[in-house]
Each structure stands twice: as structure tokens, then as C-alpha cells.
Nanobody
Framework: QVQLVESGGGLVQAGGSLRLSCATS????????MGWFRQAPGKEREFVAA???????YYAESVKGRFTISRDNAKNTVYLQMNSLKPEDTAVYYC????????????????WGQGTQVTVSS
């Protein structure tokens, strides 16, 4: 059974930074796209960032210039570096693996982690 395990969430003040990690048993990791999504209370899950197997990068407009997605194929891990955090970034962040089609569409992904809470105080 494929597992994706997120870590690195927490409470941070506005303007601060956090680095999320997602370790996965998905194999072979290097040939799979990976994505990050988030869901705030009362809102739908939304796309944050994604990285293709070849290193292509995609970001939501709301996080461009502040967030950076990266991957370490040797560690089977994908990261999300979040800088200049804003209160509106508060959400549960989910890691997702193996998109079948559109990389920014939640329904395209086969595998999901359990989520990690990110709270940004003003």
C-alpha cells in the first residue's frame, strides 16, 4: 500500500517560514509527478504547487514568488518551502502523488497523505 506522510506543519507568525516534507513509499518515485494542495475550513481543496518527474514546476498564483516545491529522488521525498507566510495561507496541507492528467487538478491524483496543519497568525 502506497503511503505519503507529511510533516513540518505548525504555527508561525505572518511573514515567517515553514518547510513541509512528504515522504512516500510510491515507487519508482523519480518517474511520478507530485503535488501539494491545501484546504482551509469551509473551503474546497485547492492546488498549491506541483513538480513533474522531469522537474517542471507549477504554482498557484497566490503562492508564486513565496513558495518553492522541490524533490529529492534519493530520499523519495518532496518538499514545500513556504516563505512570507500570510494568515490566508492557514490550511491543512496535503501531499499528493501520481497525477493521471492535469497536474493542478486534485481529482487527477492517485495517492494522498493525511495532511499537516499550517496556521499563520497575524
Amino acid at each position: 500500500q502506497v503511503q505519503l506522510v507529511e510533516s513540518g506543519g505548525g504555527l508561525v507568525q505572518a511573514g515567517g517560514s515553514l518547510r513541509l516534507s512528504c515522504a512516500t513509499s510510491l515507487r519508482p518515485f523519480s518517474v511520478n509527478g507530485m503535488g501539494w494542495f491545501r484546504q482551509a475550513p469551509g473551503k474546497e481543496r485547492e492546488f498549491v504547487a506541483a513538480i513533474t518527474w522531469s522537474g517542471g514546476l507549477y504554482y498557484a498564483e497566490s503562492v508564486k514568488g513565496r513558495f518553492t516545491i522541490s524533490r529529492d529522488n534519493a530520499k523519495n521525498t518532496v518538499y514545500l518551502q513556504m516563505n512570507s507566510l500570510k494568515p490566508e495561507d492557514t490550511a491543512v496541507y496535503y501531499c499528493a502523488g501520481r497525477p493521471k492528467s492535469l497536474i493542478d487538478y486534485a481529482g487527477a491524483y492517485d495517492y494522498w497523505g493525511q495532511g499537516t496543519q499550517v496556521t499563520v497568525s497575524s
